[in-house]
């Protein structure tokens, strides 16, 4: 998975416990700290790269329309920022408080207003046409009850019609030789990438390890639930969604059986659509 471009400041000796198999019990909170917030942006390159963020930004621009948007886990605005400057009103909310500290050094709380909590029970004020949730990060709920809350927690915030984005990694479970709990996301000079899988639990582990000529590595790690795109549709309609549409990346692609991860568009029915629907019951 390498599920996030990795904070590339140092890493704490809390996090330098073992490095591979079960990770302790840790909140999000205590994961994404203020050394992760300092070293989580990388301007020009990364998830920061135009070519991956503008894609993003254009998409979304087109379904907020004339409407406010709604960002779960806003983190230090690498998509609100822009977003905003294109003339979307932006709302966030965000449970890290040194990741707000980092999107306040860009952006005031009168543009980019941000409600401190849990993107799973937080509530922000206002309607919305449209909420989203990028980069893997509805994964970040570790229980499928906590991910389910999230797409209730989208549609009590959305306007009837309105719309809820996730982008997500399909999981690579193909890449799993049999019996290895793990697997090489990504490797290149000065770093690697290593899953490790629970499959009882759907859980994994990401490792990011960082290091130089010397023998000793930075290791930042984040563990996940990862989904199925059916098991997402099924929380979706919980929440009375339907999708949308869904498609390998945020430029339209086609997605197939092959593709690593998808941008899927849930819709909340309007009233009129809704009383349809019930008339044709009856």
Known sequence: ???????????????????????????????????????????????????????????????????????????????????????????????????????????????????????????????????????????????????????????????????????LWVPELRKLPPGQPGTVGHSEPGYIGVDTYDVLRQRVVSHHFRFGDGPEARLFRTPHRYIWPAELDLMAQLAGFELESRHADWSGAEFTADSRSHVSVYRLPDRARQSRARRKEL
């Open 1 to 167: 998975m390498i599920a996030a471009d990795p904070p590339t400041g140092p890493i704490t000796a809390g996090r330098r416990r073992a490095a591979v198999g079960k990770i302790p019990a840790m909140r999000q909170d205590e994961i994404w700290d203020a050394e992760a917030a300092q070293g989580y942006d990388t301007p020009g390159s990364g998830m920061f790269a135009p070519e991956v963020l503008r894609p993003a930004v254009d998409f979304l621009a087109r379904l907020a329309g004339d409407g406010p948007a709604l960002e779960f886990a806003i983190g230090t605005g690498r998509v609100a920022v822009p977003l905003a400057e294109r003339g979307v009103p932006v709302t966030g909310i965000e449970l890290s408080a040194p990741m707000i500290e980092r999107l306040r050094a860009k952006a005031g709380a009168d543009t980019i207003p941000v409600v401190a909590g849990d993107m799973a029970s937080a509530v922000a004020p206002g309607a919305f046409t449209l909420v989203y949730l990028v980069y893997n990060t509805i994964s970040n709920l570790l229980t499928q009850s906590g991910q389910v809350a999230c797409f209730r927690n989208a549609a009590r915030h959305l306007r009837p019609g309105g719309r809820f984005v996730i982008e």
